[in-house]
Nanobody, 122 residues
Framework: QLVESGGGLVQAGGSLRLSCAAS????????MGWFRQAPGKEREFVAA????????YYADSVKGRFTISRDNAKTTVYLQMNSLKPEDTAVYYC?????????????????WGQGTQVTVSS
């Protein structure tokens, strides 16, 4: 089970930190990813991190502004979002990938949270 938190309303230029708490002892073997979906748009990749945390991947649109990290002891993955823009407005989902390496493909992820809303006002 994956439960996201930390979403909300923020002004452009502001910051938010999303958290995704995972249950289950296999969390440490899974890569974790963040995706987002804006109204009327397809779900898109945001960031991913390998099971060990040694590799991280980002969409070009968030590179340099967002940072993904994980705390395996707490079975939690984070997405630090800085310099937010109105176009970052979306529902953000975390997901778990069993192979462990991380992927930008949503189809690679077998477990999904229910999402948390992020709204960036201009």
């Amino acid at each position: 089970q994956l439960v996201e938190s930390g979403g909300g309303l923020v002004q452009a230029g502001g910051s938010l930190r999303l958290s995704c708490a995972a249950s289950g002892r296999l969390f440490n073997r899974y890569a974790m990813g963040w995706f987002r979906q804006a109204p009327g748009k397809e779900r898109e990749f945001v960031a991913a991190i390998s099971w060990s945390g040694s590799n991280a991947y980002y969409a070009d649109s968030v590179k340099g502004r967002f940072t993904i990290s994980r705390d395996n002891a707490k079975t939690t993955v984070y997405l630090q979002m800085n310099s937010l823009k109105p176009e970052d407005t979306a529902v953000y989902y975390c997901a778990a990938e069993a192979r462990g390496g991380g992927s930008s493909r949503a189809a690679s992820y077998g477990y999904w949270g229910q999402g948390t809303q992020v709204t960036v006002s201009s």
